[in-house]
């Protein structure tokens, strides 16, 4: 079955270092992979959409890769900040899992200590 | 303000005392879904709706039933919830084009229900 694994664990960075967080899939050949940002209590907030065709994208200090060779994302905060502080999902869909479905990893949560 | 909204947002029930959950959105969206999120386990694709009408399973679909009798409203019915439905739910829409699982999803702001 589609499996998405993201680092369960905590990652824990310093105040203006980057954020790297990672997503890998198997048993899946995607056509989209989104990112997106979760608070505590609060509903998921979409960041960014990369397309399978697609290498990189930025949005300010924010950028994914996508690796379908690989079978990866990552995603990276440049110039934390506390406010980034929060559980970041990547979901796939499109492809071999079809367009009405969206598949989320579990999370990983981010710290980002001043 | 375009939102999604979800009612109750706290919800302690018994096991077997039928329950509605509801969700609605202001955006004109096509596609709604509702998600279940435990932890370790993330979010979960309950059913997911592409239209008026037009309902479908997903993940995990058991104990859950919805209906879409208008574009805006997706309720979730839990006909006798059991324990191990307890969790946090989330509702979700997206303008629906070609499929609606590759849109951006708006979420709703969750209910947490408890089932005793």
């Known amino acids: 079955s589609q499996k998405i694994e993201q680092n369960s664990e905590a990652l824990n960075i310093q105040e203006g270092k980057t954020a790297t967080l990672t997503c890998n899939y198997t048993n899946y050949s995607p056509a989209y992979l989104q990112w997106y940002r979760q608070d505590p209590g609060r509903g998921p907030v979409f960041l960014l959409l990369i397309r399978e065709n697609e290498k990189e994208k930025r949005k300010e200090r924010l950028k994914v890769t996508f690796d379908t060779t690989l079978k990866q994302s990552l995603f990276h905060i440049t110039a934390s900040q506390p406010a980034d502080s929060a559980t970041y999902l990547c979901?796939?869909?499109?492809?071999?899992?079809?367009?009405?479905?969206?598949?989320f990893g579990a999370g990983t949560r981010l710290a980002v200590h001043p | 303000e375009a939102q999604v909204t979800q009612n109750p947002r706290y919800l302690i029930t018994v096991t077997g005392k039928k329950l509605t959950v509801t969700c609605s959105q202001n955006m004109n969206h096509e596609y709604m879904s509702w998600y279940r999120q435990d932890p370790g386990l993330g979010l979960r694709q309950i059913y997911y709706s592409m239209n008026v009408e037009v309902t479908d399973k997903g993940d995990v679909p058991e104990g859950y039933k919805v209906s879409r009798k208008e574009k805006r409203n997706f309720p979730l019915i839990l006909e006798s919830p059991s324990p191990n439905q307890t969790s946090l739910y989330f509702c979700?829409?997206?303008?629906?084009?070609?499929?609606?699982?590759?849109?951006?999803?708006?979420f709703g702001p969750g209910t947490r229900l408890t089932v005793l």
């Open positions: 979901a796939l869909s499109g492809g071999s899992g079809g367009y009405n479905k969206l598949i």
């Open positions: 979700a829409s997206s303008p629906g084009t070609s499929g609606g699982g590759h849109d951006t999803q708006y």
